[in-house]
């Protein structure tokens, strides 16, 4: 730490266990945890360093059982590296315990993507002198060299002049990350979705991606990410290999392009069929359903006390420079076989809210985005696709701009035997020592069950959500309200025994909300 300083770590202490160096930090992340205790083990033995990561861990709570074991390699927050411990189960297989039947907790698998490391710094072609003048060079010689993706309307050239909008203009962002993830998820799922009629067995289909306005080592890592995907889903490890023709795209980067240029190929045997959400819900009826759980849930029972309508959110946060903006309802139409076009949709989606701003007519506060043809398959949802959108936003470097939080309709709160990864609620034992400090009696009058109980039910919704919120929004949220005597409330409300609403009527409320429409 000392070698190389981080302004957003705290130590909280040096310490020596079991001969191991035990190195404690609070770092803080625009994530909707907003900070985390970060734990480094340095074993003189065997001169290895492990990372562990722990919701729950404090300086009060640590012991060296904390490190999962000797050839575990937690996560490392820094550098970009994006990993988890070597022993954990393969992605897809975090379903409930075995060993827990209850219906309201769950033990989760946290799912390993390496990406490579490298410095986030590192020049793009649009920083150059003369970079207009290049750009075109460029891409003259880029159509030339693809001239049959040119005639073909599979070439396409990403223009990267957005930025974010800012009351100051000397201090816009640029929208690079977030557009190229944009642009590169879309490609994949419009390749892999060709109709059966352009399908002819042997003929290869290619289209040509060119990113000028991101880095090589960003081009890599959005690759690495979809390659995780296409291995698991292969390997039948993200268990959606029902025994379905799977749509396989192959990206590779042209190395020798002056810019990162991705080229996607798919061939007849790579062609998604009829893998599509059997009748598809219409966007209307699903967004209802949602408004009506926001109005159920967060307004009318008070579960976030900055959303006081099913339009608009971050009210009572004016005189922290946080408006008061709409919130941005959609729909994807993918099912479990087309997470590319789920992550095309979300990425498109929050694109959108941070090029319309934080404030004005067209101003956005945050997202919530169904996706219906996931309702069935929470561990996939829970596990590898917000695995896959955690990565993709540290891949962005959208981290300052948004959060990314988990909505299911058979949500299961944390059990607190492992780290579920960012986006999901507190687990088991924080929240139940939260209800300790805050409401004694409550406490004591709550089982274990009762407490995940009052967990989940923050976080059941009628269909699959993503929900994207801003970075400061999250910040001031953060900062003006108390998370233990906040959650202690919600869980008082939603199944408290003298107060609360109880599961039953909870359930009934949600099944009620899920056949809106029908």
Same mark, same amino acid.
């Given at each position: 730490?000392?070698?190389?300083?981080?302004?957003?770590?705290?130590?909280?202490?040096?310490?020596?266990?079991?001969?191991?160096?035990?190195?404690?930090?609070?770092?803080?992340?625009?994530?909707?945890?907003?900070?985390?205790?970060?734990?480094?083990?340095?074993?003189?033995?065997?001169?290895?360093?492990?990372?562990?990561?722990?919701?729950?861990?404090?300086?009060?709570?640590?012991?060296?059982?904390?490190?999962?074991?000797?050839?575990?390699?937690?996560?490392?927050?820094?550098?970009?590296?994006? $990993?988890?411990?070597?022993?954990?189960?393969?992605?897809?297989?975090?379903?409930?315990?075995?060993?827990? !039947?209850?219906? @309201?907790?769950?033990?989760?698998?946290?799912?390993?993507?390496?990406?490579?490391?490298?410095?986030?710094?590192?020049?793009?072609?649009?920083?150059?002198?003369?970079? $207009?003048?290049?750009?075109?060079?460029?891409?003259?010689?880029?159509?030339?060299?693809?001239?049959?993706?040119?005639?073909?309307?599979?070439?396409?050239?990403?223009?990267?002049?957005?930025?974010? !909008?800012?009351?100051?203009?000397?201090?816009?962002?640029?929208?690079?990350?977030?557009?190229?993830?944009?642009?590169?998820?879309?490609?994949?799922?419009?390749?892999?979705?060709?109709?059966?009629?352009?399908?002819?067995?042997?003929?290869?289909?290619?289209?040509?991606?060119?990113?000028?306005?991101?880095?090589?080592?960003?081009?890599?890592?959005?690759?690495?990410?979809?390659?995780?995907?296409?291995?698991?889903?292969?390997?039948?490890?993200?268990?959606?290999?029902?025994?379905?023709?799977?749509?396989?795209?192959?990206?590779?980067?042209?190395?020798?392009?002056?810019?990162?240029?991705?080229?996607?190929?798919?061939?007849?045997?790579?062609?998604?069929?009829?893998?599509?959400?059997?009748?598809?819900?219409?966007?209307?009826?699903?967004?209802?359903?949602?408004?009506?759980?926001?109005?159920?849930?967060?307004?009318?029972? $008070?579960?976030?006390?900055?959303? !006081?309508?099913?339009?608009?959110?971050?009210?009572?946060?004016?005189?922290?420079?946080?408006?008061?903006?709409?919130?941005?309802?959609?729909?994807?139409?993918?099912?479990?076989?087309?997470?590319?076009?789920?992550?095309?949709?979300?990425?498109?989606?929050?694109?959108?809210?941070?090029?319309?701003?934080?404030? $004005?007519?067209?101003?956005?506060?945050?997202?919530?985005?169904?996706?219906?043809?996931?309702?069935?398959?929470?561990?996939?949802?829970?596990?590898?696709?917000?695995?896959?959108?955690?990565?993709?936003?540290?891949?962005?470097?959208?981290?300052?701009?948004?959060?990314?939080?988990?909505?299911?309709?058979?949500?299961?709160?944390?059990?607190?035997?492992?780290?579920?990864? @960012?986006?999901?609620?507190?687990?088991?034992?924080?929240?139940?020592?939260?209800?300790?400090?805050?409401?004694?009696?409550?406490?004591?009058?709550?089982?274990?069950?009762?407490?995940?109980?009052?967990?989940?039910?923050?976080?059941?919704?009628?269909?699959?959500?993503?929900?994207?919120?801003?970075?400061?929004?999250?910040?001031?949220?953060?900062?003006?309200?108390?998370?233990?005597?906040?959650?202690?409330?919600?869980?008082?409300?939603?199944?408290?025994?003298?107060?609360?609403?109880?599961?039953?009527?909870?359930?009934?409320?949600?099944?009620?909300?899920?056949?809106?429409?029908?």
């Amino acid at each position: 730490y000392k070698r190389t300083p981080r302004k957003d770590l705290h130590i909280l202490g040096v310490g020596v266990e079991d001969k191991c160096m035990i190195v404690m930090a609070r770092k803080a992340l625009v994530v909707p945890f907003l900070s985390i205790t970060l734990c480094e083990i340095y074993c003189p033995a065997c001169a290895f360093l492990q990372h562990a990561s722990n919701p729950i861990l404090d300086s009060s709570r640590f012991s060296r059982q904390n490190v999962q074991g000797e050839n575990d390699i937690v996560v490392s927050m820094s550098g970009g590296e994006i $990993g988890l411990d070597k022993s954990s189960k393969q992605p897809g297989s975090n379903d409930i315990n075995n060993d827990s !039947k209850c219906p @309201f907790s769950m033990t989760f698998t946290r799912n390993r993507i390496d990406v490579s490391s490298g410095k986030r710094n590192e020049r793009i072609a649009s920083q150059h002198p003369f970079s $207009g003048l290049k750009a075109k060079l460029d891409r003259a010689r880029l159509e030339l060299k693809y001239k049959s993706q040119v005639n073909d309307g599979r070439f396409r050239w990403l223009d990267l002049d957005s930025v974010v !909008k800012s009351e100051d203009r000397n201090n816009n962002l640029p929208l690079g990350g977030v557009e190229a993830m944009s642009a590169f998820w879309r490609a994949v799922s419009d390749l892999s979705e060709i109709s059966e009629m352009e399908a002819v067995e042997g003929t290869e289909r290619t289209l040509v991606l060119a990113l000028p306005g991101v880095t090589q080592l960003t081009a890599i890592r959005m690759l690495e990410i979809y390659d995780w995907l296409v291995s698991g889903t292969l390997n039948g490890e993200l268990g959606i290999n029902d025994g379905s023709e799977l749509p396989v795209v192959r990206a590779t980067l042209d190395k020798d392009a002056p810019i990162p240029v991705i080229v996607l190929m798919a061939d007849a045997t790579s062609v998604q069929k009829s893998l599509t959400v059997s009748n598809p819900e219409k966007s209307l009826v699903v967004e209802e359903r949602i408004k009506a759980w926001v109005r159920r849930v967060l307004v009318n029972l $008070g579960i976030c006390p900055f959303t !006081k309508s099913d339009s608009w959110s971050g009210q009572g946060l004016a005189d922290l420079n946080i408006p008061v903006a709409r919130i941005a309802y959609h729909h994807s139409v993918a099912s479990i076989h087309q997470i590319a076009l789920l992550m095309a949709d979300t990425w498109e989606a929050i694109h959108d809210m941070i090029s319309a701003g934080p404030s $004005g007519r067209d101003g956005v506060s945050s997202i919530l985005l169904a996706a219906p043809g996931f309702d069935d398959y929470f561990s996939l949802w829970a596990g590898p696709v917000f695995a896959m959108l955690e990565a993709s936003v540290g891949v962005a470097e959208a981290e300052s701009l948004i959060g990314i939080v988990c909505f299911h309709p058979k949500y299961a709160t944390p059990d607190g035997k492992s780290w579920p990864g @960012f986006g999901h609620m507190h687990s088991v034992p924080r929240l139940r020592g939260w209800l300790d400090d805050n409401n004694v009696e409550l406490s004591r009058q709550l089982t274990d069950e009762e407490v995940a109980a009052g967990g989940a039910w923050q976080r059941r919704t009628p269909h699959a959500v993503i929900n994207v919120l801003r970075a400061d929004q999250l910040a001031a949220a953060e900062g003006r309200r108390s998370s233990s005597s906040l959650y202690t409330r919600n869980i008082d409300k939603l199944i408290g025994k003298t107060r609360g609403v109880g599961s039953g009527k909870l359930a009934a409320c949600l099944s009620k909300e899920r056949q809106l429409g029908r």
